[in-house]
């Protein structure tokens, strides 16, 4: 069954969600992040009407923010700078738009666009009226657009035009508005005002995700971003140590979990983001100088592109004011952490979840110092379970299939498909464990293990020794068919290197059934936008997939 909520709150639950928004643990945490002075607490205050009304959303966050600090930078991107006080009266306008066209509770706004202003504002004006928002992925072709948005049913769609070719079959007999002009036009015509504060059609705030897709079709995923998701994120700053001060670049896309995490932490506290529109190593780096930014957020490939750059060009920029460098979104190897920390310094911050699960672990400095594998403890407020497949629980040290509980953890998929969950525990689908200092590992996907002449096979133990050897930039190890063995493994490897040097330093690090026996090296591997490799991609027969395999040197 989908765990996905109705859309209409009972009034008992509006209650419920207004007491937890004002639990005085998340003030005593906003204050240690200096986000809650006199002048946020009048702002909240005067915001009462909106949070009893509509309820607690990231609309309401605005709101105060554009009282508090309304003079204070909020949004840095490739038109310039708003404030937050122009935020929340252009997201105003828009939610006045939106209401014009007829959206109200149970429809579904869909987004196609670059980070920058116009993604936020939809994302505000959505909240502020109850409605659902779908941001889309730009990287994803014309008959994926197709089928989410069958799956979404949209009542209107924001886009850039440079996506309107990829988009034009998908968008149907949807209204819809392309940024630009056409965009500015319809702000201008309704009132900066917030909507009124009370309601009879009231409905609880929703952003929808769409996962991945490593392992079949991308999936709805859809995520309270009302008093829940407000208090879950309190967990996270208790951890990773954000401040209202915080300019944080985040090239990280905002259609998907990680960006939209970064823009709800900023939301949350007062800070400034900056939003370029598409990454570029070099220029990541520039915008930290240039910002004097405190924080960053990035996806590991991009932090493997700004690794990958010539020495000379990584090293020129200034970047001593970063106390944060936040990462999601796929495995970070130890290597490539180690790597990261003599750039950056000691301030690497390595986030484990999913879309579905949200923020499950964070591993800081001292949990990288104490074992470069981990993943961190989880953070507070999230409950890890380890299951075994007899169902049973599993102890400390022991294997098995991670399981979370939390706040953040989303209602359902709005596409209807099954949650697999257990004990009330989502099922994550990684196989781990929990060592003696609470600390969590990860040893790969349950779906990835390979058995190779009877003996159990996980990827990641074989990629993490390859990513070490020097001139590998990104290694996938897959399963392939064999008729001796069943399986055998087979590795592809993005860099300069030898395919018989990989084997050898396999066979002097692994148990033999662990060396690859096929090595291809390859130009580039197959990626989604958030650097997780499409391995489905690489051991799809034409018949199975269109899509072509990287081709290059193997050894066999």
């Known amino acids: 069954m989908s765990r996905l909520a109705a859309m209409k709150l009972p009034p008992l639950e509006n209650l419920r969600q207004v007491v937890q928004f004002l639990d005085p643990r998340i003030g005593v945490r906003l204050a ?68 014009a066209q007829g959206l109200g509770r149970g429809d579904v706004l869909a987004t196609l666009l670059r980070n920058g202003r116009e993604q936020v504002e939809a994302i505000l004006a959505a909240q502020k009226i109850g409605v659902a928002v779908a941001p889309l992925n730009t990287w994803a072709k014309a008959r994926e657009l197709e089928a989410v948005m069958e799956r979404t049913s949209p009542a209107f769609m924001i886009f850039d035009p440079r996506h309107f070719d990829q988009a034009k079959g998908a968008i149907g007999k949807t209204p819809t508005v392309p940024v630009g002009a056409p ?64 300019v944080i670049v985040c090239p990280a896309p905002l259609f998907h979990s990680f960006g939209s995490l970064s823009l709800s932490v ?11 529109e598409k990454f570029d190593p070099d220029e990541a780096l520039a915008l930290i100088e240039e910002h004097r930014a405190s924080a960053v957020s ?94 049973e629980r599993r102890e400390t040290g022991e294997k098995g299939t991670l399981h979370v509980r939390s706040d953040a953890v989303f209602e359902g998929y709005a596409s209807g498909e099954d949650v697999a969950e257990r004990e009330g ?84 690090e692994l148990a033999s059934f662990k060396v690859p026996k096929i090595v291809e090296v390859v130009d580039q591997l197959p990626r989604t936008d958030t650097g997780k490799v499409l391995k489905k991609d690489l051991t799809a027969s034409p018949e199975e997939d269109s899509k072509p395999r990287p081709r290059g040197r193997r050894s066999a």
């Open 32 to 99: 240690q992040a200096g986000a809650l002075g006199p002048k946020r607490a009048v702002a909240a205050a005067g915001s009462a009407p909106w949070l009893l009304g509509r309820g607690p959303s990231l609309g309401i966050l605005s709101q105060i923010n554009a009282v508090a600090d309304g003079g204070k930078p909020a949004i840095h991107d490739r038109n310039g700078t708003l404030t937050w006080r122009e935020v929340d009266a252009r997201a105003n306008r828009l939610a006045g738009a939106l209401c």
């Open 183 to 246: 965009y500015e036009d319809l702000l201008a015509g309704h009132a900066p005002l917030p909507p009124v504060p009370l309601t009879l059609r009231r409905a609880e705030p929703r952003i929808i995700i769409h996962t991945s897709g490593t392992t079949g079709k991308p999936k709805a995923a859809a995520r309270s971003a009302a008093s829940a998701g407000v208090r879950s994120l309190i967990g996270l700053l208790g951890v990773v140590p954000f401040r209202s001060s915080d």
């Open 266 to 276: 900023m939301l949350l506290l007062g800070g400034t983001v900056v939003l370029p």
């Open 298 to 391: 990035l996806v590991p490939v991009m932090v493997r592109r700004i690794l990958d750059l010539p020495r000379s060009v990584r090293t020129r920029r200034e970047l001593s004011s970063l106390r944060i460098v936040l990462t999601s979104g796929s495995v970070l190897s130890p290597d490539a952490r180690k790597q990261a920390a003599k750039l950056f310094g000691d301030v690497l911050y390595d986030l484990y979840g999913s879309t579905e699960a949200g923020w499950v672990a964070i591993a800081g400095p001292e949990d990288m110092a104490a074992d470069p594998r981990t993943l961190g403890k989880p953070v507070p407020g999230v409950e890890v379970a380890i299951f075994g497949d007899d169902g």
């Open 425 to 508: 525990f989502l099922d994550i689908g990684d196989i781990g464990w929990l060592d003696d200092e609470g600390r969590l590992f990860v040893q790969g996907r349950s779906d990835d293990m390979v058995v190779v002449g009877g003996e159990n096979v996980y990827p990641i133990e074989i990629e993490e020794t390859i990513e070490g050897i020097e001139g590998v930039r990104g290694v996938a190890v897959v399963g392939v068919p064999d008729d001796e063995y069943g399986h055998v493994l087979a590795a592809f490897v993005e860099g300069k290197v030898d395919p018989e040097r990989i084997k050898a330093a396999c066979r002097k």
